[in-house]
């Protein structure tokens, strides 16, 4: 399969990544009891920081990653990684994170951080079989909704 074009998205792609991420959210939000208003809340500033890219095959937009707040040099933390709804079970999360690690990789860091809802088995799974280590489960640090976080790395 060819490469992904991948390129950051712009304030102007806000609306864009909102869209394809919205619907593939759909049952996380609902797992964790968000509403949907508040499932991507913060999006625009994050598209505005430059965290956010655009996964592209063939012109058309696949997926999105978005990078958390950078602390440490040498680690990315992601935020969010999102397959088009009608993509997901064809293969398309493993080859966008692959080739998230590539980017990662090539932006000179050495280590990927990473978390997801304790709720969602198969995700754990997911980062499980790409090559992540589990190193604790706790309380979200700003949410009370009693849904521990299981936080993963993977050197690159």
Avoid: C
Avoid at 58 to 83: F, K, M, Q, R, Y
Avoid at 104 to 121: C, P, Q, S, W
Avoid at 132 to 154: A, M, Q, S
């Amino acid at each position: 399969m060819p490469e992904f074009d991948v390129r950051r998205a712009t304030p102007d792609d806000t609306d864009a990544v909102r869209d394809l991420l919205l619907p593939a959210f759909e049952a996380y939000g609902n797992g964790l009891n968000a509403p949907r208003a508040q499932r991507l809340l913060g999006i625009r500033d994050q598209v505005a920081a430059g965290l956010a890219w655009m996964y592209y095959e063939n012109n058309d937009l696949v997926a999105v990653a978005i990078d958390d707040e950078i602390s440490d040099p040498i680690t990315l933390p992601l935020h969010v990684l999102g397959v088009r709804l009608d993509l997901q079970s064809k293969g398309y999360g493993p080859r966008v994170m692959r080739h998230y690690e590539k980017h990662a990789r090539e932006r000179g860091f050495v280590k990927i951080t990473l978390y997801t809802a304790e709720i969602f088995d198969h995700l754990i799974g997911f980062y499980t079989r790409m090559g992540y280590t589990e190193l604790y489960r706790i309380p979200h640090p700003t949410k009370n909704d009693g849904i521990l976080r299981v936080f993963f790395e993977k050197t690159i």
